[in-house]
T-cell receptor
Framework: AQSVTQLDSHVSVSEGTPVLLRCNYSSSYSPSLFWYVQHPNKGLQLLLKYTSAATLVKGINGFEAEFKKSETSFHLTKPSAHMSDAAEYFCVVSDAKVSGGYQKVTFGTGTKLQVIP | EPEVTQTPSHQVTQMGQEVILRCVPISNHLYFYWYRQILGQKVEFLVSFYNNEISEKSEIFDDQFSVERPDGSNFTLKIRSTKLEDSAMYFC?????????????FGPGTRLTVL
């Protein structure tokens, strides 16, 4: 069974300061992990993806995430927040293939990021 | 860059009416999915579809829901008799075969409002 926990439902940062959005996962297998971003009234955009290559993954818009197996974490970071980063962020875990060959994904509950000018 | 598209962006319907939500997955993808997100809640898996049949469905996906790939490009979700609690954002997603099969690409969503 797989699950993902996003520890903060809301995070508020000042523009220009670092961003840290926390995610812990549980998986029976070697998981693939993703971060998606959802801007208000928009769809889900893939930010970055980890699939057992480098543990530090760089994504779009200056975001990156580090896979730490010992801590079962995949926290999302950005050195300097921009106003346009205000959105909801979802951590997603995907592990074993199910029937049909695809990999089932499970979403976290999301973290709303507020950026204060 | 190829993307998943969905129509309409917003659908308003009366309780008990049938609705069809449409999706055009990325053209070389073979796995298709529907998710929903009730306002303020997490994204929930509804159904996956491959090779013209349902691969998996959640307990949410009861007999009032059905999916179809009517032609080579569209993927539809039908709700036969809508209920108030069906009001949500519905996302379509698709993924490729091979090594990238774990990455699902999402459409912009259809906001369904049931009155």
């Amino acid at each position: 069974a797989q699950s993902v926990t996003q520890l903060d439902s809301h995070v508020s940062v000042s523009e220009g300061t670092p961003v840290l959005l926390r995610c812990n996962y549980s998986s029976s297998y070697s998981p693939s992990l993703f971060w998606y971003v959802q801007h208000p009234n928009k769809g889900l955009q893939l930010l970055l993806k980890y699939t057992s290559a480098a543990t530090l993954v760089k994504g779009i818009n200056g975001f990156e995430a580090e896979f730490k197996k010992s801590e079962t974490s995949f926290h999302l970071t950005k050195p300097s927040a921009h106003m346009s980063d205000a959105a909801e962020y979802f951590c997603v875990v995907s592990d074993a293939k199910v029937s049909g060959g695809y990999q089932k994904v499970t979403f976290g509950t999301g973290t709303k990021l507020q950026v204060i000018p | 860059e190829p993307e998943v598209t969905q129509t309409p962006s917003h659908q308003v319907t009366q309780m008990g009416q049938e609705v069809i939500l449409r999706c055009v997955p990325i053209s070389n993808h073979l796995y298709f999915y529907w998710y929903r997100q009730i306002l303020g809640q997490k994204v929930e898996f509804l159904v996956s579809f491959y090779n013209n049949e349902i691969s998996e469905k959640s307990e949410i996906f009861d007999d009032q829901f059905s999916v179809e790939r009517p032609d080579g490009s569209n993927f539809t979700l039908k709700i036969r008799s809508t209920k108030l609690e069906d009001s949500a954002m519905y996302f379509c997603a698709s993924s490729a075969t091979g090594i990238d099969t774990d990455t699902q690409y999402f459409g912009p969503g259809t906001r369904l409002t049931v009155l």
